[in-house]
């Protein structure tokens, strides 16, 4: 065989070993896209200046005078109703990020119902966020599977997490959890699922304030 012969040969076997790494490395890339999407941590603050500390627990707070505005946040529930959470400011908002494919949403769940049911009547109100689902169908059985009461906003494509701006306290999990105090505005952020105790300790010093 000549040495023209083989060189296309060559090269052929060349473009196979560049195609079969390319898909290797988009393989591995969208794994980890999969992985992120429903993950239990993380503390990056999405870009920008930033005002608030992330603790060694994973919580990251802002202090009162430093806080940014919660984004219009409304639509459609999960249960059929209408939901604008502008309409609770005067409350303390503990605002949770779900998905019912999510397995660390799934271990919180019914924390979250927990406390929600010991605080409702001291000026807190929980709304939760539903995203990534196929259908509102698979968010209604995992809110009557859990127990869960509390009104969630249907978002299926992710667009309400969009609107908040980068350097805030913005949610870039699934779960994340937020909380929002009486004027609107986000005090904590937890990226991941919460005991009871975490979500507390998180909740408590802002229902605290004045």
Known sequence: MSAASRAPQRSNRTDRTRRRTALTMTGAAVAA???????????????GNTNFVTGADGVATVRKGERDALPDLSGRTVDGGDLDVADYRGKVVVLNVWGSWCAPCRLEAKNFEK????????????????TRDASVGLARAFEEEQGVTFPSLYDPTGKLMLRFEKGTLNPQAVP???????EGRI????LQALS???????????????
């Open 33 to 47: 896209l999969l992985l992120s999407a429903c993950s239990s941590g993380g503390t990056s603050g999405g870009g």
């Open 176 to 182: 994340s959890t937020l909380i929002v105090d009486r």
């Open 115 to 130: 406390v929600y049911q010991d605080t409702k009547d001291q000026g807190v109100q929980f709304v939760g966020i539903n």
């Open 196 to 210: 009871e105790k975490k979500l507390r300790s998180m909740l408590d010093p802002v229902l605290a304030e004045k």
């Open 187 to 190: 005090a904590a952020r937890a």
